[in-house]
């Protein structure tokens, strides 16, 4: 499938329910827990808030703010109309004008921007419905060229991974390791990385970095997780700073038994849900069944946007029926009260026959001689 | 900032608001320098709310789960954290537990509540009504007027903002390509405790600004860049030309720049400025990224409240800290400098040099 394909389904479906345009709104900020519906229908990565417009017979029209960014975005989206605006709202007031009220639309995107902007756009268009199911059925699969980007992004990660496996030691602070490795990966073409990476004895959870120094013992966590034109992948990795004695070295091993569980039953026709109930099936038998659920954990995976974080969760609520071409994360990612926290997971794209991880190499616990 | 510097922030707050009788301030990943100003908590994956009350100890819900709340422990002087779970009932408890027997009407304050998304914005604020109001533009003029501290931190950014230009220049004048050059800036500002670095460079001789999405991998005469660094929760930007080539475009913004420095003062209508160097560039045309504003202020959040545009009603105040910006555009694309000046009541102080 590509972009085109995708603009051809989300059309079908607006036929079916007679819609005249859906509109994608997003604030600009690319965050990783949230969908971006102008890139779904666009492709293109905005500075600031942008919206777009898609018509029923697949005209495009794409505006962005700043107003200065619109010949990049023409560039970025050479099919669409580009309006730049200083305004998000007053600019898709000016555009939609003068159908509102005649037109029957949908907007997506209305939940994750502010309720400032949600409620000028609520009040501008009374009534209109939500087109998140529009837009974000139709990347349940990923295009070619997102599935290549994962690729490329994934080969981001895995080098960012053995760099940091070059410069981590005790005395470095979380900060200055995250700090290397986002440069690192930029150098190595990622537009973006949303680094988690943390350290402890004992970690409870994998945190965003501070300034503690890591010490020899510590466990640290990384889940590195860069963008290559706009598609995130992301590896997750535990490396501890000395010996890794045999709690640990038994904990890790029945997280990757846990991952390998998960990776096998993720097969075309299968509920999502099944992937979950799989890999926590694993714990359960060893005991560990408390430590399935949250505080300790909230779900074994996830899709990979920054467009669509389509097929969810890999949670056990998430009955999504697995397909090739879906794209998604999984990662154990297990507290176990002898060791704590411990990650690892593989991006995973699923094929006709099952699920293949786009890493050379599979997550391995680290030991870094101190 | 030390734990008296927040709590005199907040001692304003109640100074300005008397009969409130508290603030509920909420904050996430990509709003929350009101929730910085006042807790210093910076949320990086879920929303965090802090509940102030009046008399008491404040409280910092944080989302994300029990797990946590270690790792929010050590950026907040707030001691008393708690997951951010049933907001909206946790909310309206604490609204009546705040609210003293004397003054049943006083009602707490809303900071940073239009920045939540719609559902939680439904959940927590809409319940308490319209008498409990939204008084995040009155907290901006109280963060328009930097501390010493403040600038202190601002300082520290523009020392790594004047690390990565020096780095970028550098790079540049050895013949690096686009990618290298922008990329050896952001290692510089890194190495200097930059939290987060952005940068925007131009292709066409200025004419237009991209973010480093794919590897340049040639390089080009005179390149424009522009650079943003948040160090210390503080963002300070600036705009640099790096050429060897004489240039008139670049030679007018930097004179016009200079001139903008010395005619800020306090109680100057920001409108003035901005007319002056549309007048001061002329007969070039404003480069479109400075079209419509000059400037802003600077701090916790990226491009601060105080806008520099020819219809601003603002006017300059000591303790404004700015970045002040002079962009023109010619036949072959255009210059950009800018500069990052603190407003003083005596002489303005120059944190970030002009153009190099």
């Given at each position: 499938m590509n972009v085109d394909d995708r603009r051809i389904a989300i059309c079908q479906r607006m036929a079916a329910e007679r819609l005249d345009c859906v509109v994608g709104i997003h604030d600009g900020t690319h965050f990783i827990e949230t969908h971006n519906p102008v890139m779904v229908l666009s492709s293109f990565k905005s500075l600031g808030p942008a919206a777009a417009v898609l018509d029923r017979v697949g005209a495009l029209t794409l505006i962005v703010t700043p107003a200065w960014d619109a010949e990049r975005a023409r560039g970025g989206c050479p099919t669409a109309r580009v309006v730049g605006a200083d305004d998000i709202v007053e600019a898709l007031g000016r555009e939609l004008g003068s159908i509102a009220g005649r037109a029957k639309m949908a907007i997506s995107g209305l939940a994750a921007v502010s309720w400032a902007v949600a409620s000028r756009i609520a009040s501008a268009f009374p009534g209109v419905p939500s087109a998140d199911a529009i837009l974000f059925d139709a990347t349940m699969t990923k295009t070619g060229d997102e599935i290549a980007y994962a690729r490329r992004a994934t080969r981001i990660a895995e080098h960012a991974y053995q760099r940091m496996l070059e410069i981590v030691r005790p005395g470095l602070s979380e900060d200055e390791l995250a700090a290397e490795l986002c440069w690192y990966t930029r150098t190595l073409g990622a537009e973006d990385n949303f680094l988690l990476l943390c350290s402890g004895p004992h970690n409870r959870a994998v945190q965003p970095s501070n300034g503690r120094r890591m010490q020899a013992g510590d466990i640290v966590l990384a889940e590195i997780t860069p963008s290559f034109r706009g598609q995130l992948a992301q590896i997750c990795r535990t490396v501890v700073l000395g010996h890794a004695g045999d709690a640990l070295r038994r904990n890790y091993d029945l997280v990757i038994e846990a991952m390998n569980a998960g990776i096998q039953a993720a097969?075309?026709?299968?509920?999502m849900s099944t992937v979950c109930r799989t890999i926590n099936s694993v714990f359960e038998a060893r005991?560990?069944?408390?430590?399935?659920?949250?505080p300790h954990i909230r779900r074994r995976g996830h899709g990979l946007g920054f467009a669509s974080n389509q097929p969810?969760?890999?949670?056990?609520?998430n009955n999504t029926i697995l397909a090739p071409n879906m794209l998604f994360m999984i990662h154990p990612n297990q507290y176990l009260p002898e060791t704590g926290y411990l990650l690892c997971g593989e991006p995973i794209v699923i094929t006709e026959s099952g699920a293949d991880a786009l890493t050379a190499k599979q997550a391995a616990l680290a030991q870094i001689a101190v | 900032m030390p734990k008296a510097e927040f709590l005199s922030r907040i001692e304003e707050l109640w100074i300005e608001f008397p009969s409130a009788s508290g603030a509920i301030v909420y904050g996430d990943s990509r709003h929350h320098a009101e929730l910085a100003y006042l807790t210093n908590f910076t949320p990086k994956l879920e929303p965090a709310l802090a509940l102030i009350s009046r008399f008491g100890p404040p409280q910092l819900l944080v989302g994300g789960?029990?797990?946590m709340l270690a790792a929010a422990k050590p950026l907040t002087w707030v001691e008393k954290l708690a997951p951010l779970r049933n907001s909206g009932s946790v909310v309206a408890q604490w609204v009546s537990e705040v609210t003293p027997s004397s003054s049943p009407k006083a009602r707490p304050v809303l900071i940073g509540s239009k920045s939540a998304p719609w559902a939680l914005h439904q959940q927590i604020f809409a319940p308490l009504g319209p008498e409990v109001v939204d008084v995040t533009l009155a907290l901006h003029r109280r963060m328009r007027r930097k501390s010493p501290g403040e600038i202190r931190a601002l300082s520290d950014g523009c020392t790594s903002l004047n690390a990565a230009v020096v780095a970028l220049v550098d790079a540049h004048g050895s013949g690096a390509d686009v990618s290298t050059v922008v990329l050896a800036a952001e290692h510089a500002a890194r190495r200097c405790g930059a939290q987060d670095i952005r940068s925007l460079f131009s292709l066409d001789g200025g004419r237009t600004l991209h973010p480093?999405?794919?590897?340049?991998d040639y390089p080009v005469e005179a390149l424009q860049v522009y650079l943003a660094v948040r160090q210390l929760g503080y963002w300070v930007e600036g705009f640099v030309v790096s050429t060897n080539a004489a240039s008139p475009t670049l030679t007018r913004t930097q004179d016009v720049l200079r001139s903008a420095i010395t005619s800020?003062?306090?109680?100057?209508?920001c409108a003035d400025l901005a007319r002056m160097i549309a007048d001061g560039i002329m007969p070039l045309a404003a480069h479109p990224v400075t079209a419509k504003e000059c400037g802003s202020s600077l701090g916790l959040m990226f491009g601060g409240p105080l806008r520099l545009s020819a219809d601003s009603d603002d006017t300059f105040a000591a303790g404004d800290v700015l970045s002040i910006r002079v962009g023109a555009a010619n036949e072959r694309g255009g210059a950009i400098v800018s500069t990052v000046v603190a407003v003083q009541d005596v002489a303005n102080s120059v944190l970030w040099p002009a153009s190099r």
């Open positions: 097969v075309p026709g299968t509920p005991g560990y069944g408390k430590y399935c659920h949250p969810g969760d890999v949670s056990l609520d | 789960g029990a797990n480093l999405t794919a590897t340049v800020v003062r306090p109680g100057r209508r």
